[in-house]
């Protein structure tokens, strides 16, 4: 089977019929919005990178057990620049681009250099964010952009830093059970300083208040934790958080601010200015929402690379928080576009396997206990935190599930104690085959497969008025189709299949990117994300889109 990686998708800007296999609960009513990258080479000009890729919108609206498919690229101002030049103009992660022809790098240089940072895309290509009744597309730049979550056009571009001092922010922020978004960004060489911020995004302000100005101008700082080097903060792409604390982990995969500010000049992607430092310790910061300040002692753990959050509670005077780890950034190398598409079997294979794994962290330090024992005192887990000298604790992670990414969880115990993970189950390769439900508790997983099925990163939809953590299915409809059917993942949600084996999937959100619709928009639905029996079948994966896949 021939993988091509990085094809081209054509947008399908009329709603088109799926064709459901099985029934879709005649409850399930509302619109699963997915974002990804959907097109990688624009003229003669190729993106190095599939996170590059041009932003493609999809949406699938679920109505009485019918599902229409559309999608649409955003038309960011990188996008239109780009089709309007025929050229790749706008630098992505994995791509330097030069929108003057001629390559005068110098004098563009100097304006770049001048504002230290240079003034990044806006290919919101990872994720959608909610905020209050509006729909963003999100990347990790400064600049999101409005969508129209029906239409799937593109409204106004939003700068974060006009409402904080943030140049980068992450694609997974969380919300709060009014709707207001918590997310975290780094402010890089600002009045001396680099620092990362949390900051709120309300739901609504009111009306008395908001004095006609913009909802966003009511962002507002949380806390802002200093980062251990001027020049060289750590990446992230989400974070933790409990009832009352924040868990960020400044980990020791690294921006280089300076080789970012000559990377033009060079020649070199962003993302050459990011390494992993195996030699560096990974910083557990933990801030209380009460105070808006981190906690004082200084937890640490070895070096590792985490993309996924998947959750964090309390329990009895401990934050227990889970994550998936890698020994080092092989992820990221892994999606060049030229490593994917040459002999994939061998050059697609991950240096580390994603791990979850479980970390405790104790609230409460006793001052007096021995240097070298272990502060964790809860059963439920054997990760470990030994007491150091100088207030430090080293804390050693449980390891929970080896070979798992894109995970979600139901999102009502996001922050508070739960049992199940959905994920995509990967183990060397980074294209998931099938879908996974591990349970904490009895540490047992389940998994879902089906041959020609690629699944993207699963859903879970709670039944309505559900008492169970992972009830997601009523007894008065039948699960739909195949995997549906199989009783224990219930509740987790693919994406319906659509016309001549195009299928939808993922989408990296952490929260429900279900919208409108009267009647609950939840859903238990277990779906494959790709499933066809035709000879060529397009995917999408929780990026978006993955290769189009050819049988020889
Ligand atoms: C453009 C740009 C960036 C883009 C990063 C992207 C696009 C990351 C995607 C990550 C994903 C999808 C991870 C999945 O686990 C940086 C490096 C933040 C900073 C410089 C400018
Ligand atoms: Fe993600």
Redesign the pocket.
Known sequence: MEIIFGRNRKEQLEPVQATVTGKIPAWLQGTLLRNGPGMHTVGESKYNHW??GLALLHSFSIRDGEVTYRSKYLRSDTYNANIEANRIVV???GTMAYPDPCKNIFAKAFSYLSHTIPD??D?C??NIMKCGEDFYAT???NYIRKIDPQSLETLEKVDYRKYVAIN?AT?HPHYDKAGNVLNMGTSIVDKGKTKYVIFKIPATVPEAKRKGKSPWKHTEVFCSIPSRSLLSPS?Y?SFGVTENFVVFLEQPFK?DILK?ATAYVRGVS??S??SFHREDKTYIHVIDQRTRKPVSTKFYTDPMVV??HVNAYEEDGYILFDVIAYEDNS??QLFYLANLNQDFGENSRLTSVPTLKRFAVPLHVDKNADVGSNLIKVASTRATALKEKDDQVYCQPEGLYEGL?LPRINYSHNGKPYRYIFAAEVQWSPIPTKILKYDILTKSSLTWSEECCWPAEPLFVPTPGAKDEDDGKTDKEPACHSAGNHPSLKGTIGTPQGRRGQLGGLS?SKSPCWELSPAPADCSLLVPIASSRTSKTTLYN??GELPELTES
């Open positions: 996170f590059d630098s992505e992660f990044f895309t290919n290509l990872i990347t990790e730049t980068l694609a990446y792409h921006l970012m962003w993302a200015c990011m993309f996924h992820l990221y990414e990296t929780s990026l």
